[in-house]
């Protein structure tokens, strides 16, 4: 076989690999999207080990001065809303407490569907080649670290609001 028909069939073999995995990727996806879609208000109105604030986040400052989020954050897709009863969070909205304490809930649902769409990342291991699952592990961690990261410094910011709305005996 010409070298040049060896270099051909692999990267027709290599091509149907990524077409799998497009696929593999957009089902995993929209089905964590679903899945925490479906979880009640009372699943997310409390943070989990998971969620909780860090010490090392400083309040949302590790985001601004390390990762400048108040530049690029912008940039990222909303999607909260793609699914029926769904929750806009591209903008802040009414500024009651109760209507901050529900984005804040939202925050928390879309941090762990980032979370879990990032869990199955280990399978893109099996069938891939090795430059391909690292590709994919990129893929994994470029498409949901932001919005991990987004998610996190507004919850930071929201509930700094909410404690001093809170604090100060504002209407609900």
């Known amino acids: 076989m010409s070298r040049r028909r060896r270099l051909l069939s692999w990267l027709a073999r290599a091509l149907v690999k990524i077409g799998i995995d497009a696929v ?81 809930i939202e925050t928390r649902r879309a941090e762990i569907g980032h979370w879990l769409a990032l869990l199955p990342t280990p399978l893109f291991w099996r069938w891939n080649p090795r430059w391909l699952a690292l590709v994919m592990t990129a893929y994994a961690a470029a498409i949901n670290g932001p919005c991990i990261v987004a998610q996190r410094y507004n919850r930071l910011r929201l509930q700094r609001v909410l404690e001093r709305l809170e604090s100060s005996g504002a209407p609900r």
């Open 24 to 104: 593999a990727w957009a089902a995993i996806q929209s089905t964590t999207g679903y899945g925490v879609h479906r979880l009640t208000v009372r699943r997310l109105d409390h943070d989990t080990w998971v969620t909780r604030r860090r010490r090392w986040e400083r309040g949302g400052a590790f985001y601004v001065e390390q990762l400048r989020i108040r530049r690029w954050k912008g940039l990222l897709p909303e999607a909260g809303a793609v699914f029926a009863g769904g929750f806009d969070k591209g903008r802040l909205g009414a500024r009651s407490a109760d209507h901050l304490r529900r984005h804040v």
